[in-house]
């Protein structure tokens, strides 16, 4: 179904269909690598307690997560048929760090969906999206997880 400008209804988006094409779906890996600037700087914004030298705040489990990943953010937009004029929002998110990161470690980041539903509450109906990343070392062990959630508003279901 089409609106009159062309683009589609986001409000006839068929959750059945999008969670079945979707769950379980493989997300483009990627590499990320921390200069020692940009630590210096998050420490220094983070008002963080000093950490031994060159070990990485723990927020980088989540940096990583966001900025290693093989894809841009409006990618999963897209997946779900969800604009950023929509409102996508990011609802929740579980990390675990099982060690400390250090500056420009080379860092891989895969991800995959782990599941798609709809929900409705007072603020009317929207999609929840469970994706969990990995971050490995470059030896492949894995230095952290994040299981991010995001929400999809949706006008009418």
Not at 34 to 53: F, S
Request: with cysteine; net charge negative.
């Amino acid at each position: 179904m089409t609106s009159q400008e062309g683009d589609v209804d986001r409000a006839v988006v068929d959750i059945d269909r999008l969670a079945a094409e979707l769950t379980g779906r493989e997300l483009p890996a990627g590499t990320w690598r921390v200069p020692a600037h940009e630590a210096w700087l998050t420490a220094d914004a983070l008002a963080a307690p000093p950490l031994p030298d060159g070990v990485l705040h723990p927020m980088y489990v989540w940096y990583a997560g966001a900025r290693g990943t093989g894809y841009p953010i409006d990618h999963l937009f897209d997946l779900v048929e969800c604009r950023p004029e929509d409102g996508p929002m990011l609802g929740e998110t579980e990390l675990a760090q099982h060690r400390p990161l250090h500056v420009g470690e080379e860092l891989t980041v895969s991800s995959r969906i782990l599941d798609l539903e709809r929900k409705h509450g007072r603020s009317g109906t929207f999609d929840l999206m469970r994706v969990h990343l990995e971050v490995h070392d470059a030896a492949g062990e894995l230095v952290g997880t994040v299981t991010n959630t995001f929400v999809y508003p949706r006008r009418s279901a």
